[in-house]
């Protein structure tokens, strides 16, 4: 599993204005968590919701009491070779006994060999961005293998942390873990200034890693249905994770004759994504599996209405606006036919259209922020059992 999704729009807060002071917390003494991360998390060509979580985490948890130093580690992850191997069991075991380490679960769940020894000495927590054998078009015999590697280290580890409910409910059920030792930390989201939209109807916007997990083939499939409406979509994303993916989207998109109406554009940050979300008058979002979805809640931060697939955490994602309403729709996953028929009451019902926007602004001004996802994972970290002394009896 190489491809994470989602790029974020502002990663920091100016450098003395923590989420802890943004929250009116007070200033208190800092305590270290070493961060072990794939060393891909900075790459701007390859941007997705499990990096932009690991960055914007590293720069609030100092304002609720932890310094983080990082260690990020070359590989490909979570099958990678003898050298990041090498690399990740370096840098553990240069850590000292009770050290307090937070690792991703990219890195960590696919080498219990690695991990689970450690777990004798260091205080660990492990951060599940997705569950490694939920990638799609992976092999039954290879997802078979992963889940029983992750279920390995998350059985070791002193604390496990997902990023939805619905996440730590997958993680508790298809790994057998102790209710109580999953924690919940969903990602905040950054409100930005409601999008203007194009013409309030036609501009679509997908962002989302070009990947099969993200299933923009079904899109393609459901605007090829609808292309006797006036749409034009934008679909944001690295091209780098699945080249034969990207190819054989392309092909579907000429064989329909939709490449003057639908864009890949690549990855886009800062004022190219910003832009991109202020021309969006509907998030489309295709996944076959999602954690959480933080492209859902960067366009809710923005007012932007959302028609997604029903998997995973998105629901939570899409959420409620104080009212009770919803501001998206949600549609089977593979079943470009089901999204098509919600892309005509879309256009043709301007009625739908008033209730998802007055429900989207609602839900922005309703969402959480990063400080609490900082306060929730450290305080996981804060009670990180101590490793048993040498000798102990299990």
């Given at each position: 599993m190489?491809?994470?999704?989602?790029?974020?729009?502002?990663?920091?807060?100016?450098?003395?204005?923590t989420?802890?002071?943004?929250?009116?917390?007070?200033?208190?003494?800092?305590r270290?968590a070493?961060?072990?991360m794939?060393?891909g998390v900075?790459?701007?060509?390859?941007?997705?919701?499990?990096?932009?979580?690991d960055?914007?985490?590293?720069?609030?948890?100092?304002?609720?009491?932890?310094?983080?130093?990082?260690?990020?580690?070359?590989?490909?992850?979570?099958?990678p070779?003898?050298?990041?191997?090498?690399?990740?069991?370096?840098?553990?075991?240069?850590?000292?006994?009770?050290?307090?380490?937070l690792?991703?679960?990219?890195?960590?769940?696919?080498?219990?060999?690695?991990v689970?020894?450690?777990?004798?000495?260091?205080?660990?927590?492990?951060?599940?961005?997705l569950?490694?054998?939920?990638?799609?078009?992976l092999?039954?015999?290879?997802?078979?293998?992963?889940?029983?590697?992750e279920?390995?280290?998350?059985?070791?580890?002193?604390a496990?942390?997902?990023?939805?409910?619905?996440?730590a409910?997958?993680?508790?059920?298809?790994?057998?873990?102790?209710?109580?030792?999953?924690?919940?930390?969903?990602?905040?989201?950054d409100?930005?200034?409601?999008?203007?939209?194009?013409?309030?109807?036609?501009?679509?916007l997908c962002?989302?890693?070009?990947?099969?997990?993200k299933g923009?083939?079904?899109?393609?499939?459901?605007?090829?249905?609808?292309?006797?409406?006036?749409?034009?979509?934008?679909?944001?994303?690295?091209?780098?994770?699945?080249?034969a993916?990207?190819a054989?989207l392309?092909?579907l998109?000429?064989?329909?004759?939709l490449?003057?109406?639908?864009?890949?554009?690549?990855?886009?940050?800062?004022a190219g994504?910003?832009?991109a979300?202020?021309?969006?008058?509907?998030?489309?979002?295709t996944?076959?599996?999602?954690?959480?979805?933080?492209?859902?809640?960067?366009?809710?931060?923005?007012?932007?209405?959302?028609?997604?697939?029903?998997?995973?955490?998105?629901?939570?994602?899409v959420?409620?606006?104080?009212?009770g309403?919803?501001?998206?729709i949600?549609?089977?996953?593979?079943?470009?036919?089901?999204?098509?028929?919600?892309l005509?009451?879309?256009?043709?019902?301007?009625?739908v259209?008033?209730?998802?926007?007055?429900?989207?602004?609602?839900?922005?001004?309703?969402?959480?922020?990063?400080?609490?996802?900082?306060?929730?994972?450290?305080?996981v970290?804060?009670?990180?059992?101590?490793?048993?002394?040498?000798?102990?009896?299990?």
């Amino acid at each position: 599993m190489t491809g994470r999704t989602v790029q974020r729009t502002r990663l920091a807060y100016a450098p003395r204005k923590t989420a802890a002071e943004n929250a009116g917390l007070a200033p208190m003494s800092l305590r270290t968590a070493h961060f072990v991360m794939p060393a891909g998390v900075d790459d701007p060509a390859a941007p997705s919701g499990g990096n932009a979580y690991d960055r914007r985490i590293c720069l609030d948890l100092p304002g609720f009491g932890w310094q983080i130093a990082r260690h990020p580690v070359l590989g490909r992850w979570p099958r990678p070779d003898i050298g990041a191997r090498d690399g990740l069991a370096r840098a553990l075991r240069d850590l000292p006994d009770g050290t307090v380490v937070l690792l991703d679960g990219l890195v960590a769940c696919g080498v219990p060999e690695i991990v689970v020894p450690e777990a004798g000495r260091l205080r660990l927590a492990v951060l599940v961005h997705l569950p490694l054998g939920d990638e799609t078009g992976l092999d039954p015999a290879v997802a078979a293998a992963l889940d029983t590697r992750e279920r390995a280290v998350l059985r070791a580890a002193g604390a496990v942390i997902a990023t939805s409910d619905w996440a730590a409910r997958r993680l508790v059920s298809h790994h057998g873990l102790a209710p109580d030792r999953v924690h919940v930390a969903a990602p905040g989201a950054d409100i930005a200034p409601l999008a203007p939209g194009t013409d309030g109807v036609s501009r679509l916007l997908c962002v989302a890693a070009v990947t099969p997990r993200k299933g923009q083939h079904r899109l393609v499939e459901a605007l090829a249905a609808v292309r006797d409406l006036p749409w034009t979509c934008r679909c944001v994303g690295g091209l780098g994770h699945d080249p034969a993916y990207v190819a054989g989207l392309r092909r579907l998109i000429a064989r329909y004759g939709l490449a003057d109406r639908l864009r890949l554009t690549g990855p886009l940050s800062g004022a190219g994504l910003d832009a991109a979300y202020a021309a969006a008058d509907l998030l489309v979002l295709t996944s076959c599996a999602e954690t959480y979805g933080m492209a859902v809640t960067e366009a809710l931060a923005r007012g932007i209405p959302v028609l997604a697939t029903d998997v995973g955490g998105l629901p939570e994602a899409v959420g409620r606006a104080p009212d009770g309403g919803v501001p998206g729709i949600l549609v089977p996953p593979e079943d470009p036919a089901a999204l098509a028929a919600e892309l005509r009451g879309w256009f043709g019902e301007p009625g739908v259209r008033r209730r998802l926007k007055a429900a989207a602004r609602g839900r922005r001004a309703a969402l959480g922020g990063w400080a609490a996802t900082a306060r929730g994972l450290a305080g996981v970290l804060q009670r990180l059992p101590a490793p048993a002394p040498p000798g102990t009896a299990a």
